[in-house]
Structure formats: structure tokens, C-alpha cells
């Protein structure tokens, strides 16, 4: 067990060394780029395109990383497909409001909070942006009154 916890901690303090050293790479290569940016535009502007360089590789190492946790999703047979029954227009609305109305009221009973700094910012929204309120006056079928 001793050997065990002994090649543990060597192999973390190796995966440490390895991510202060890609930190640092990464530094430098962003340093690269802002100092041949700088050569062809302003400075400012050299240094938030490198800064947008940045937060891009970072969002897509996110999502990569995110894509390779997840479980992948379960795929129904082919058979289960064709025996499902047809669902009318009325009935499949009423399905995905009944589910996302349930995930939505869990979700904000959980966090209220966060629930109601959300109903503030789309009363806000609502309340200023009249093409807004319109769109969502069409999407509920009311007429604009």
C-alpha cells in the first residue's frame, strides 16, 4: 500500500511539473504572438486578438474535454423507432412543455436565486425592447395589442 501511495504522489508531482512547464509555454507562445501582432497593427489591438487567441483555444480545449467525459448517448433500435406511435402536433407540444416546464420549476426551486435574477434580466428585456415582446407576443399566438 506504502509503494502504492509513494507512486501516486511521484506521478502527480510529474503532472504538476508538466502543467507548470505547459503554462509557461503557453505564456510564451501568447508573448510570440502579441510582440509579431504588435509589428503589424496597434498595440491595444495586438493584444486582444491575442487575448480572443486565447480564450478560443481555451473554449475549444473545453469542449473537447467535455465531448471525451461525457457517456455517449444511447441509441435506440431501429424497430423501437418505427413502433413508437405518431404524435400529433397538440400532443407533442404539450409533451415538451410538460417536460421542460417540470426541469425548469425543479431547476428554479434549486436555485432561487439565480431564478430570480434571470426573471429580472427577461423582464427587463421585455420591458425595454419592444421588438422583443413582440416576437415573443408571436411565438405564444397573442396578437400585439
Given at each position: 500500500m506504502e509503494r502504492l501511495v509513494m507512486r501516486f504522489a511521484l506521478a502527480l508531482g510529474v503532472v504538476l511539473v508538466a502543467?507548470?512547464?505547459l503554462a509557461g509555454a503557453a505564456g510564451f507562445l501568447c508573448a510570440a504572438l502579441y510582440?509579431?501582432?504588435a509589428t503589424l497593427?496597434?498595440?491595444a489591438g495586438a493584444a486582444a486578438l491575442t487575448g480572443f487567441a486565447a480564450l478560443a483555444?481555451?473554449?475549444v480545449l473545453l469542449i473537447t474535454g467535455r465531448l471525451a467525459v461525457m457517456k455517449p448517448a444511447s441509441r435506440l433500435p431501429a424497430t423501437s423507432v418505427?413502433?413508437?406511435p405518431a404524435l400529433d402536433e397538440t400532443q407533442?407540444?404539450?409533451a415538451i412543455s410538460t417536460l421542460l416546464g417540470?426541469?425548469?420549476g425543479k431547476t428554479f426551486q434549486d436555485h432561487p436565486k439565480s431564478a430570480a435574477a434571470v426573471s429580472l434580466a427577461a423582464g427587463l428585456a421585455l420591458g425595454i425592447s419592444p421588438s422583443l415582446r413582440g416576437l415573443l407576443l408571436g411565438l405564444i399566438g397573442t396578437q400585439k395589442p
Open positions: 502543467a507548470i512547464f510582440l509579431y501582432l497593427m496597434s498595440p483555444v481555451m473554449g418505427a413502433a413508437a407533442l407540444a404539450q417540470t426541469e425548469l
